[in-house]
């Protein structure tokens, strides 16, 4: 069945490190990728998508791309700051359409 | 426009019992999808509404039940509520059901089981 692995947390950085979120997949098929970021006491924000292998998702510095061979879909950002920290969450979506099937979440806190 | 919208924030009930939350969807949009988050953990499909009717399910029992009104406003009931049903419900609206479209979260609604 459909499945997301990513990396447990906490991740701890400070202002202006590289940032890192490993996210991994199982699925029939070519799903769309998805991050989604949930900022405390708030629902899930949609952060980025890719839809197809190789596409490459961005959205406020952040970036992950679609890799069919690895089955991945790393989160990037090469300059964190305060207000990124919060729980994201790597998801697909599964071939009915209907449902989205996320990973457990990583908690990131970056320090100034 | 206003987003998706859940009610109540807040919800304690005993096991055993029932209890009915409520989410009002984005404007414009006829889909609505729920999913239960367990703390530490990611949000898990419940089952989705289009146009009133159940579109699709995950695996939750048939004690967690729903509805879809006519201006695509939802209610996600569960009863004889059990003590791991205690989580945060997310609700997702969105346009036409099995589609490729963005589903957007309300802020939850916080159930305790005691």
């Known amino acids: 069945g459909n499945s997301v692995t990513q990396m447990e947390g906490p991740v701890t950085l400070s202002e202006e490190a590289f940032l890192t979120i490993n996210c991994t997949y199982t699925?029939?098929?070519?799903?769309?990728l998805f991050w989604y970021v949930q900022y405390p006491g708030e629902g899930l924000q949609l952060l980025l998508k890719?839809?197809?292998?190789?596409d490459k998702g961005s959205n406020k510095g952040f970036e992950a791309t679609y890799r069919k061979e690895t089955t991945s879909f790393h989160l990037e950002k090469g300059s964190v700051q305060v207000s990124d920290s919060a729980v994201y969450f790597c998801a697909l979506r599964n071939q009915a359409g209907t449902a989205l099937i996320f990973g457990k979440g990583t908690t990131l806190s970056v320090s100034s | 426009e206003t987003g998706v919208t859940q009610s109540p924030t807040h919800l304690i009930k005993t096991r055993g019992q029932q209890v009915t939350l409520r989410c009002s969807s984005q404007?414009?949009?006829?889909?609505v999808s729920w999913y239960q988050q367990a703390l530490g953990q990611g949000p898990q499909f419940i089952f989705q509404y289009y146009r009133e009717e159940e579109n699709g399910r995950g695996n939750f029992p048939p004690r967690f039940s729903g509805l879809q009104f006519p201006n695509y406003s939802s209610e996600l009931n569960v009863n004889a509520l059990e003590l791991d049903d205690s989580a945060l419900y997310l609700c997702?609206?969105?346009?036409?059901?099995?589609?490729?479209?963005?589903?957007?979260f309300g802020p939850g609604t916080r159930l305790t089981v005691l």
């Open positions: 404007s414009g949009h006829n889909t």
């Open positions: 997702a609206s969105s346009l036409d059901g099995a589609s490729y479209n963005e589903q957007f």
């Open positions: 890719a839809t197809k292998a190789d």
């Open positions: 699925a029939t098929g070519y799903p769309s």
